[in-house]
C-alpha cells in the first residue's frame, strides 16, 4: 500500500511541509506556500513529489513493490 502523504522542502526558501499526493498522477507543477516559488521535477524525475519530496509518488511506490525500478508515474 502506498503512502499518500510526504515531506516536501522547497529548494528556493528551505520551507518544509506535509503534503497530500495524489494515488495515480504525476504533478509536474507545485507552488511552495511559504515563498509562492513554482516548483518542478528536476532532470530525470518524473514529478515534484519525487525531487523535493521525503516519499516517491505513490506510482513509482508501486512500481518498487512490484519489484520495478519506478523511475517513471505515467508507464508511458
Given amino acids: 500500500m502506498s503512502e499518500l502523504t ?3 522542502t522547497c529548494p528556493e526558501c528551505g520551507h518544509s511541509h506535509d ?4 494515488e495515480n498522477a504525476c504533478v509536474m507543477e507545485y507552488e511552495c506556500p511559504a ?4 516548483l518542478k521535477p ?3 524525475d518524473c514529478c515534484v513529489f519525487c525531487s ?3 516519499v516517491p509518488c ?6 518498487w513493490e512490484n519489484g ?3 523511475v517513471c508515474c505515467s508507464g508511458d
Fill in 58 to 63: 505513490p506510482p513509482v511506490q508501486e512500481q
Fill in 19 to 22: 503534503a497530500a499526493m495524489p
Fill in 68 to 70: 520495478q525500478l519506478g
Fill in 35 to 38: 515563498c509562492k516559488a513554482m
Fill in 52 to 54: 523535493y519530496g521525503t
Fill in 6 to 8: 510526504t515531506r516536501m
Fill in 42 to 44: 528536476k532532470q530525470g
